[in-house]
């Protein structure tokens, strides 16, 4: 397993400002991912978060808005550029080390006025 | 988009019944995995079967797939309050990139004490 802390655990902020979400994890890992869930929503991936490389984003997301670091084998930001309330979300990041489970931070409520 | 479909959206029951989710999902999977989210929180991975299996237990829960029909179904025995929590199953996805994972919609399940 792999334990994995993000900050902040809650946010609350105006439109068109932006906030980066840290991800740290207590040990090295292949693959980490961040996701977004909406309101009632299940969970969407918006990228992974390649080590030494630009992120991969899904269809839907791009990088001007959710800009992602990935310094390191245990470390990760999201960026939420811009925000507007439809941003008002659950972003979680996670991590996988092979073809199977991923483990998944404790989230970071964002609620954008 | 997303592949998986849980049924029902909602259920309520009484402590010390069984609660059964189901799971739908279209396309060829390498594996299913059910996840818990308590309360927005942070997901708890719970238990993962593969293609080629078609049962799994893992202390109270039991999980099927029948990947003739796209299915899989979590069965939670004897329920406990502290089971309320939203379930979702998320597939790997056969010739999908390593280590995505497609989430369905989730179950809310309310165990009343």
């Known amino acids: 397993s792999a334990v994995i802390s993000q900050k902040p655990s809650r946010d609350i902020c105006q439109r068109g400002t932006s906030l980066t979400i840290q991800c740290q994890v207590d040990s090295q890992v292949t693959m980490m991912f961040w996701y977004r869930q909406q309101p009632g929503q299940s969970l969407t991936l918006i990228a992974t978060a390649n080590q030494g490389s630009e992120a991969t984003y899904e269809s839907g997301f791009v990088i001007d808005k959710f800009p992602i670091s990935r310094p390191?084998?245990?470390?990760?930001?999201?960026?939420?550029?811009?925000?507007?309330?439809?941003?008002?979300?659950i972003y979680l990041c996670s991590v996988g080390r092979s073809r199977e489970t991923q483990y998944f931070g404790p989230g970071t409520r964002l609620l954008v006025l | 988009s997303q592949q998986g479909e849980?049924?029902?959206?909602?259920?309520?029951?009484?402590?010390?019944?069984?609660?059964?989710?189901?799971?739908?999902?279209?396309?060829?999977?390498?594996?299913?995995?059910?996840?818990?989210?308590?309360?927005?929180?942070?997901?708890v991975h719970l238990i993962l079967i593969r293609s080629n299996e078609r049962e799994k237990h893992s202390g109270r829960l039991?999980?099927?797939?029948?990947?003739?029909?796209?299915?899989?179904?979590?069965?939670?025995?004897?329920?406990?309050?502290?089971?309320?929590?939203?379930?979702?199953?998320?597939?790997?996805?056969?010739?999908?990139?390593?280590?995505?994972?497609?989430?369905?919609?989730?179950?809310?399940?309310?165990?009343?004490?």
């Open chain 2, 62 to 113: 039991r999980v099927t797939l029948d990947t003739s029909k796209k299915s899989s179904s979590l069965l939670i025995t004897a329920s406990r309050a502290a089971d309320t929590a939203s379930y979702f199953c998320a597939t790997d996805d056969r010739g999908g990139s390593n280590y995505k994972l497609t989430f369905g919609k989730g179950t809310l399940l309310t165990v009343n004490p």
């Open chain 1, 72 to 89: 390191n084998l245990t470390f990760s930001t999201l960026t939420v550029s811009n925000m507007s309330p439809e941003d008002s979300s």
């Open chain 2, 6 to 43: 849980e049924d029902p959206q909602a259920l309520s029951i009484q402590e010390g019944e069984n609660a059964t989710m189901n799971c739908s999902y279209k396309t060829s999977i390498n594996n299913l995995q059910w996840y818990r989210q308590n309360s927005g929180r942070g997901l």
